[in-house]
T-cell receptor, first 116, second 110 residues
Framework: GAGVSQSPSNKVTEKGKDVELRCDPISGHTALYWYRQSLGQGLEFLIYFQGNSAPDKSGLPSDRFSAERTGGSVSTLTIQRTQQEDSAVYLC??????????????FGPGTRLTVT | DAKTTQPNSMESNEEEPVHLPCNHSTISGTDYIHWYRQLPSQGPEYVIHGLTSNVNNRMASLAIAEDRKSSTLILHRATLRDAAVYYCIRSGAGSYQLTFGKGTKLSVIP
């Protein structure tokens, strides 16, 4: 079946511009996650959506970052007034269940964001 | 913040078994061990997870030390497609975040 998809695959933007990154999770998955992976670094948690519960935004690095999930499906991560340090690969994942691990999180291919 | 320690890189010959070690000396009794891998230019992919007992699935085996301070991911027969960065992750009670370190870059030699 279809996996997690993300668009665009690559995005180059000028410093100060806003960007929107999209994630289409696997159909029926209740939980959705955004992570960030900087060059040569590990994975950094950004935000978690689970069903109709309030999202956990504790990993968002600044108030320039926001995310929403509409209708319990598609999610958009928005970065306002981009900075060069925002350059990274942004990964979306979804899972059938949420809450306490363990369960498998399915990752999309990521969006590579470059801020010039 | 869950901490694990892995070697930066390892090499294996194709069709040979590979043992990827992970140290998690401060693990608590309810922490799970997860392994994910990331092929070049792709998102991470789940491999296996376990708590206390050794685990097997179609991709790999996970051997967990009796004191749970370390574990080993075993690929029984490495193929070129197994060349990837392998991440060992601990998750504590109530956690849903996967926190990856730098992992082990596995190279498979034909």
């Amino acid at each position: 079946g279809a996996g997690v998809s993300q668009s665009p695959s690559n995005k180059v933007t000028e410093k100060g511009k806003d960007v929107e990154l999209r994630c289409d999770p696997i159909s029926g998955h209740t939980a959705l996650y955004w992570y960030r992976q900087s060059l040569g670094q590990g994975l950094e948690f950004l935000i978690y959506f689970q069903g109709n519960s309030a999202p956990d935004k504790s990993g968002l690095p600044s108030d320039r970052f926001s995310a929403e999930r509409t209708g319990g499906s598609v999610s958009t991560l928005t970065i306002q007034r981009t900075q060069q340090e925002d350059s990274a690969v942004y990964l979306c994942a979804s899972s059938l269940f949420g809450g306490s691990l363990p369960y498998e999180q399915y990752f999309g291919p990521g969006t590579r964001l470059t801020v010039t | 913040d869950a901490k694990t320690t892995q070697p930066n890189s390892m090499e294996s010959n194709e069709e040979e078994p590979v043992h990827l070690p992970c140290n998690h000396s401060t693990i608590s009794g309810t922490d799970y061990i997860h392994w994910y891998r990331q092929l070049p230019s792709q998102g991470p992919e789940y491999v296996i997870h376990g708590l206390t007992s050794n685990v097997n699935n179609r991709m790999a085996s996970l051997a967990i030390a009796e004191d749970r301070k370390s574990s080993t991911l075993i690929l029984h027969r490495a193929t070129l497609r197994d060349a990837a960065v392998y991440y060992c992750i601990r998750s504590g009670a109530g956690s849903y975040q996967l926190t990856f370190g730098k992992g082990t870059k596995l190279s498979v030699i034909p």
